[in-house]
């Protein structure tokens, strides 16, 4: 089992990490989804499907992964980010039409799994799994026992691993003409499970 590295910090994401976040996620989209979608489909989908919801910030419920910087810097730098959702919205950024603010039930209802990026400059270290089991574990405290998420067809593999299901296919159409496919997938906790 990979050992996490000490120096990576996990915390809430605030209004000051906008700038740095929408940076953070096409850097991990473009660099690391183009062997699922084409080019057109990833600059359909850019700040629309793919891309911040700024509500979840607002709800804090979405969380940022910060690395040092360089060697002997204080300054730190976002490496990842990801979070979850008490309301309806599956997936996209404050620029798409699919938004459903409604709040969720968590005694009835799924919580949204949302906008999981990695930089691609530190893809396969762990950062993503990291972020999945911080997300679940707020959820949970928050009172969910069920997750679902609208994942990239790149997220798909790691999602099955920790435990999702795809239950749907869906093709987001894109203002550029193209659509994109992402996997509607679920998870349900036992109900003898505790909180991490």
């Known amino acids: 089992m990979r050992t996490l590295d000490p120096t990576w910090h996990i915390r809430l994401a605030q209004q000051e990490d906008i700038p740095a976040l ?6 991990s989209v473009r660099g690391l989804q183009s062997n699922d979608y ?3 489909q990833i600059e359909g989908a850019l700040g629309t499907v793919l891309g911040l919801d700024t509500q979840l910030i607002c709800d804090q419920t979405y969380f940022v992964v910060e690395i040092p910087s360089t060697k002997g810097s204080k300054e730190r730098k976002l490496a990842a980010c990801g979070g979850w959702s008490k309301r309806k919205t599956l997936f996209g950024s404050d620029n798409t039409s699919l938004r459903e603010p409604e709040l969720l039930d968590p005694a009835t209802d ?3 799994v949302r906008a999981i990026f990695v930089h691609p400059d530190f893809a396969r270290q762990g950062l993503g799994s990291l972020i999945l089991s911080h997300v679940e574990s707020a959820a949970h405290a928050a009172g969910f026992r069920q997750y679902e ?25 894109l203002h550029n003409g193209e659509s994109l496919p992402i996997v509607k997938m679920v ?9 991490i």
Do not use: C
Request: no cysteine.
């Open 110 to 112: 799924a919580a949204k």
């Open 149 to 173: 998420m609208g994942s990239t067809l790149t997220g798909v593999p790691l999602y099955t691993l920790k435990g999702y299901r795809p239950v749907e296919h869906i093709a987001v159409p």
């Open 22 to 27: 929408h940076a953070l996620i096409e850097a």
């Open 38 to 40: 084409t080019s057109a």
């Open 187 to 195: 998870k349900t906790l036992p109900a003898d499970h505790t909180a």
